[in-house]
């Protein structure tokens, strides 16, 4: 790890880290089950480098601002550290919020460069108050080549040749204006200073120490301030890896933590809720399905069960797209997505009656297939409720 009491600004630190680990593996992205990317440290310079240089020859000045508005993704980083390089101050904005309140947010922050995702800056430039946006730059990530895009450049595009000229930055200028998300009402901006993230980042890996070989996912969107610090500055200045997956579907994540040999993980309580109440009910009625119905057709009843669990998978994805089209605002996404996980809990509520009823017994121990004194109990010890069908 480097010693970070050394230096001033975050962009000398990634700076030298680069150089440091430049043979380690900074940063994977798969998506789905299949990896996109996979770069070193040396990979992740020499995307960044020309970033910078076009950003400099664009004339974005040490000091000027430059939000970022994506999911998380290698490309992410790569700009945040192309924008330290330059000198700049860092905006992320939370991409889930509306077009409306992102240009809000781009105006108070008076932000010079932006750089966007593509399905993103569609949703911007739709806004009726697009007209409005002070912004001189913009970058936009992965449009098709040959798009309009609105007076923007593709991110994947502009770069220049030549070396940057790296800007140093002392410990109480401004590193980052970091937003709420609004849940709590209109977002609110923080004013963070280089010296703040140095001193958050020598405490963090004082107490979960990261190393070459460490690998960190990444779930918090990367704009959370958590996320910033446990999923871009800790792992870089200590030459860990970190990975992203640009889908959070349950079973992605849960084969990520074996196929990538995660080390960490950062999770806000609603993420644990999410998880015991999706994972937890499945799992549950998985194996409630196989006690509940007959031996003889317990195998198409157990089908059946998870065949129809299919159509809420498939549906979720078209309703969440529905949603986001509408963009609505984050509240009331949050509280339509609750919404299934109410209904889940109220299902597996009504099992206990339907448990009691078939089985005899609320706890699996009393019912075992041949009790340890070799006698059946519960439903198995009268053959007539075997074959009686559920209530």
Known sequence: MLDLRQYTCLGAALRDALDRFSSEVCLIEAERDREKVRLTYSDFKEIALPLARAMEDADFDPGDRAAIIMTNQSKWLISAYAIFYCGGVLVPLDYKLTAAEHLQLLAHSKAKVLIVEYHLWRAITQSPDFQKIATKIVLVTEAPLGVELAGAFRWEDFKRKGAPDFVMRQKDDVACIIYSSGTGGRPKGCVLTHENYLEQCIALTTWYPFWPGVRYLSILPTNHAIDFMVGFIGPFVCGACVVHLRTLRPEFVRE??????????????????????????????????????????????????????????????????????????????????????????????LLIPICYARLGTLTLDDAPLVARAGQPRGVFADPARLRAPMP
Do not use: C, E
């Open 256 to 349: 990520a933590f074996a196929k990538y040999q995660i080390t960490y993980v950062s999770l806000v309580p609603l993420v644990l809720a999410a998880g015991l109440s999706v994972l937890g009910a499945q799992f549950g009625n998985n194996a409630s399905a196989g006690l509940l119905y007959p031996t003889a057709f317990r195998a198409k009843g157990v089908g059946w069960a998870l065949g129809v669990g299919r159509f809420g998978a498939i549906a979720g994805q078209l309703a969440g797209g529905v949603l986001l089209a509408m963009h609505l605002p984050v509240r009331s996404l949050f509280l339509m997505a609750s919404l299934p996980m109410v209904v889940g809990t109220v299902a597996a509520a």
